[in-house]
């Protein structure tokens, strides 16, 4: 089994603060996604990252994929309450193509 | 362009029933995943068609099963239901191989 690490599980902040998100694995993945999700909605795609290295901004999120493809960050800059829900990591094997989720960050951001 | 779209959005089962889930992909994807997400659990991966064949399957009893029709539609059907199959069936969509996306869920709840 494909493990992915996500830390932290909750966190609470006020608005103007910054964040960040971690998700740890020993396996390497061949892509890494993140997604965000609102109750009772499906998922909604953030960002892939597939390089080593690679970091990649969404206006104030910015995405980054370790060296070796076994770890990835999101931080969160200057957060707003429009950014509360729940953010997955995922990441994907092409052998099985599977994604394997980590656990989930559930972000509430006070006005 | 459409997303992936699911139905129903609510399904009310007795245990011992069979329930049937049904999924559009976005137009162009070949590939159908099904994952469930029960309450604590997180999203854990059922199943992976594509081109109308079952290509990979989580660690999910066989009452669990689906096809994949040639409009590359899926459906995903749950035999002899327990009560802790309530959940949020999540279907998503892909290129053969490539990020996925998710559609809207269907909330599965067994009395």
């Known amino acids: 089994t494909q493990l992915l690490e996500q830390s932290p599980q909750f966190l609470s902040i006020q608005e103007g603060e910054n964040l960040t998100v971690y998700c740890n694995s020993s396996?390497?993945?061949?892509?890494l996604q993140w997604y965000r999700q609102e109750p009772g909605e499906g998922p909604v795609l953030l960002v892939t990252?597939?390089?080593?290295?690679e970091v990649k901004k969404l206006k104030r999120l910015t995405f980054q994929f370790g060296d070796a493809r076994k770890d990835s960050s999101l931080h969160i800059t200057a957060a707003q309450p429009g950014d509360t829900g729940l953010y997955l990591c995922?990441?994907?094997?092409?052998?099985?193509?599977?994604?394997?989720f980590g656990g989930g960050t559930r972000l509430m951001v006070k006005p | 362009e459409a997303g992936v779209t699911q139905s129903p959005t609510h399904l009310i089962k007795t245990r011992g029933q069979q329930a049937t889930l049904r999924c559009s992909p976005i137009?162009?994807?070949?590939?159908v995943y099904w994952y469930q997400q029960a309450l604590g659990l997180g999203l854990q991966f059922l199943l992976w068609?594509?081109?109308?064949?079952?290509?990979n399957r989580g660690n999910f009893p066989p009452r669990f099963s689906g096809r994949q029709f040639p409009n590359y539609s899926s459906e995903l059907n749950v035999n002899a239901l327990e009560l802790e199959d309530s959940a949020l069936y999540l279907c998503?969509?892909?290129?053969?191989?490539?990020?996925?996306?998710f559609g809207p869920g269907t909330r599965l709840t067994v009395l």
């Open positions: 990252v597939v390089t080593g290295g």
């Open positions: 396996s390497v993945f061949s892509s």
């Open positions: 995922a990441g994907a094997h092409n052998a099985g193509n599977m994604l394997t």
């Open positions: 137009s162009g994807h070949t590939s």
């Open positions: 068609y594509d081109e109308g064949e079952e290509r």
């Open positions: 998503a969509s892909s290129l053969r191989i490539g990020t996925q996306y």
